[in-house]
């Protein structure tokens, strides 16, 4: 498939009916949950999981969202959604960037961008990315100019 930057983390996806919107295609709110979904199974693959999290009292919380909806998905549908850590400050926040293709003509249906800050989990307030997560975040880090 035709990737916009190298060395994607992908999820594959099938579209299920209860992704299904009154207009017949994906809901614009599902592909939110697949962009969650992609963004933990990434951190775990970097070992970082939500127990992680837990333990550091730390957390990466949506600042922005940014979704450019180029095609719609259906029902039955097999989609890959890949995802790429694109920026981060070392301080206090990090930025994704996502694809979706669907793999039967590679046509690519989404491409979005977030924004995360580093929070502390008790109490919500913004605080600095911990050591793992600089270590780990940083060395997935992808250069998005090829």
């Known amino acids: 498939m035709s990737w916009d930057l190298t060395g994607p983390f992908i999820l594959e996806l099938e579209v299920e009916a209860a992704a299904i919107d009154e207009y017949g295609h994906v809901n614009n709110a599902e592909y939110l949950r697949w962009i969650e979904k992609v963004s933990w199974a990434h951190?775990?693959?970097?070992?970082?999981?939500?127990?992680?999290?837990?333990?550091?009292?730390?957390?990466?919380?949506?600042?922005r969202h940014e979704i450019d909806y180029l095609a719609p998905a259906f029902e039955g549908e097999r989609l890959a959604l890949a995802t790429w850590i694109v920026?981060?400050?070392?301080?206090?926040?990090?930025?994704?960037?996502?694809?979706?293709?669907?793999?039967?003509d590679d046509r690519t249906l989404l491409r979005a961008r977030t924004r995360f800050a580093c929070i502390e989990?008790?109490?919500?307030?913004?605080?600095?990315?911990?050591?793992?997560?600089?270590?780990?975040?940083?060395?997935?880090?992808?250069?998005?100019?090829p």
Do not use: I, K
């Not at 775990?44 to 600042?63: F, K, W």
């Open 43 to 63: 951190s775990a693959s970097l070992g970082l999981t939500l127990e992680d999290y837990r333990a550091l009292d730390r957390g990466m919380a949506v600042h």
């Open 87 to 104: 920026a981060s400050d070392g301080r206090l926040t990090l930025t994704r960037r996502f694809q979706l293709r669907r793999p039967a």
């Open 121 to 145: 989990l008790s109490s919500g307030r913004p605080r600095r990315l911990p050591t793992a997560f600089r270590e780990r975040y940083g060395a997935a880090l992808v250069c998005e100019v």
